[in-house]
């Protein structure tokens, strides 16, 4: 069965970084479009950035470009989100996803994809 977990969440001050990592069974990252979204408290889910090894496409949303940053490990089914430069506004519960398709040009949504980690908190102070 396919399964995602999301770990790396934590409390950390304006202008610190964290490390989210994404580890997947079932799947390979190599084959699927991964995504990773964000909901905080009185707001929907919103889509963060996606990639895809297949089509060659990394995308990010306009308030975390130059800020976060994406990598694989692949011999270890790993992507890894790297968020520098945090911001209060950044705070969320962090998701990983797996599905089929990352566009360059939009935003990600959830429908687009089909697997789920259960998400890990980051908390930014200020």
């Known amino acids: 069965e396919v399964q995602l977990q999301a770990f790396g969440g934590g409390l950390v001050q304006a202008g610190g970084f964290l490390r989210l990592s994404c580890v997947a069974s079932?799947?390979?990252?190599?084959?699927?479009?991964i995504g990773w979204f964000r909901q905080a408290p009185g707001k929907v889910r919103e889509g963060v950035s996606c990639?895809?090894?297949?089509?060659?496409?990394?995308y990010y949303i306009a308030s975390v470009k130059g800020r976060f940053s994406i990598s694989s490990d692949n011999a270890k089914n790993t992507m890894h989100l790297q968020m520098n430069s945090l911001k209060p506004e950044d705070t969320a519960v962090y998701y990983c996803?797996?599905?089929?398709?990352?566009?360059?040009?939009?935003?990600?949504?959830?429908?687009?994809?089909?697997?789920w980690g259960q998400g890990t908190q980051v908390t930014v102070s200020s």
């Open positions: 996803a797996a599905g089929v398709f990352c566009s360059e040009y939009a935003d990600p949504q959830q429908y687009e994809y089909d697997y």
């Open positions: 990639y895809s090894s297949e089509e060659n496409i990394t």
């Open positions: 079932g799947i390979t990252f190599d084959s699927h479009a």
